[in-house]
């Protein structure tokens, strides 16, 4: 096999596994989030505080961002408070405002902020990473066939 088919074949096949791969964790991550705002409960909480987050990557370049501390009581009463797990700046929410609240009635601390940002960005993220991977190294991998190039 010379390397003008080995590369594109390689190419294909390493950016279609990838691709698979990302497609699948963001298709796991959806139906998760799919089963919680099933079963969970709603609850009115209020942004007690904003905690601001700090990285900074091997380059040497700083990023903050905002993550929402929530207050709500769930229904047997319990005040519970929770971190967001999404951040931004500048901060989505403000100190005081009211939020609505999805929790799992089993584990109150187990709680997002209903907001589609929250709860379905990773999904949308690793789902459309993985296709559009998935459909590079496609389109690649059939190139790389000559027989299925002349097939009509």
Request: hydrophobic residues 45%; proline residues 6%; neutral net charge.
């Amino acid at each position: 096999m010379n390397e003008d088919v080995m590369f594109p074949r390689i190419f294909g096949s390493i950016f279609t596994g990838i691709g698979s791969i990302f497609a699948v964790i963001g298709i796991i991550f959806g139906l998760n989030t799919h089963s919680f705002v099933a079963t969970a409960i709603s609850a009115q909480g209020t942004i007690i505080d904003l905690v601001l987050r700090s990285s900074t990557d091997s380059e040497g370049y700083s990023s903050s961002v905002y993550h929402p501390v929530v207050k709500f009581t769930d229904r047997s009463g319990e005040p519970t408070v929770f971190e967001a797990n999404a951040g931004s700046n500048p901060p989505a929410f403000s100190k005081g405002q009211q939020v609505e609240v999805l929790y799992n009635p089993q584990k109150p601390n187990s709680a997002m902020i209903n907001s589609r940002f929250e709860l379905w960005l990773l999904p949308i993220i690793f789902t459309s990473l993985g296709l559009t991977f998935t459909l590079i190294g496609g389109i690649v991998l059939i190139k790389s066939f000559p027989s299925l190039r002349s097939f009509k």
